[in-house]
């Protein structure tokens, strides 16, 4: 306990001597909200791996499946509510002269608690995209048929977000990198760090000159390579690093 003190310490004293703080979560930091992560135990969804289902090659062999597993999880995350962690940020972001929050979840989360200079890496599960127009809309129907269609041109539509072996939105992956090369401290809270090319962000943040301090229940493969890895919940932890700032 008296580590983590310290670390959450000399933690606070290189945020209170930051301009430019950027932030990248994963879905650990929508856990305590009731998420379920990808790579845990709970990252199964009627036997099927939620790895295996975010994959185009998923939804070419069987749309249904795939529209019924983001049904499930759009039925799952409708009720539920920004947890401390997202809140902290949202304190963080009222006291940083230039903060940037680079999300990989696709919970909308970070909004509804009212994050403003958000960079959502992966898409966003209220949103969907036309596979024929390309149109892109958001949709909050709760559930949407088995395979829902373009009100423009009847296509089916798939959800708006970035599955294995597609390519993200570059210009949002540029402001993601803008922001990672400019910031004096990045703070890397609740992702396996499995995943690219958000993981790598991490390393362009170090390469620059900036502090990284992650926040995660357990190590990761980068916490070596950072300068502080603090272990406990994001909903404890962030809070109480931010309360150093107040
Ligand atoms: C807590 C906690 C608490 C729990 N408090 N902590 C370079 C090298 C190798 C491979 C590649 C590479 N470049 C690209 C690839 C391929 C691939 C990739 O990275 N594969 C790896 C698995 C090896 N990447 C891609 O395909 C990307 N595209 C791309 O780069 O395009 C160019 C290209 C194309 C083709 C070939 C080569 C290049 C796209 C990646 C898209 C990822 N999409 C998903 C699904 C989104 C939609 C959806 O949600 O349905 O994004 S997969 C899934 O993983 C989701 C997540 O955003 C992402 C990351 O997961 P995350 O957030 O880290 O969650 P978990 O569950 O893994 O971890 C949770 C963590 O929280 C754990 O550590 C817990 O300990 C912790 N935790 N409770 C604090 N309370
Ligand atoms: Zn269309």
Request: charged share 20%; aromatic share 6%; net charge neutral.
């Amino acid at each position: 306990m008296a580590a983590i003190a310290a670390d959450l310490q000399q933690a606070g004293l290189w945020l209170t001597e930051s301009k430019r703080v950027a932030a990248l979560t994963g879905a650990g930091i929508s856990a305590e909200s009731g998420v379920p992560t990808f790579r845990g135990k709970d990252g199964l969804w009627q036997g099927f791996k939620a790895t295996d289902l975010a994959t185009p090659q998923a939804f070419a062999r069987d749309p249904k499946l795939v529209w019924n597993f983001y049904n499930w999880r759009r039925e799952l995350l409708a009720p539920l509510q920004p947890n401390p962690a997202h809140k902290a940020l949202i304190r963080l972001e009222e006291k940083i002269p230039q903060f940037s929050l680079i999300t990989q979840n696709i919970d909308d989360l970070h909004r509804r608690a009212g994050s403003k200079n958000l960079v959502e890496l992966h898409g966003n599960i209220w949103m969907v995209r036309c596979t024929r127009c390309h149109l892109v809309s958001r949709n909050e129907e709760v559930p949407l048929p088995e395979l829902p269609a373009c009100e423009e041109c009847g296509g089916l539509l798939r959800p708006h977000v970035v599955w294995f072996g597609e390519q993200l939105d570059p210009t949002i992956l540029d402001k993601a990198v803008a922001a990672i090369r400019s910031c004096d401290i990045m703070l890397v809270i609740g992702t396996s760090a499995l995943v690219q090319p958000a993981a790598s962000l991490a390393i362009v943040a170090k390469e620059q000159g900036a502090r990284v301090v992650e926040i995660n229940l357990e190590p990761t493969p980068y916490s070596h390579k950072l300068d502080l890895a603090l272990q406990g919940k994001a909903g404890v932890l962030l809070p109480q690093l931010v309360e150093r700032l107040e």
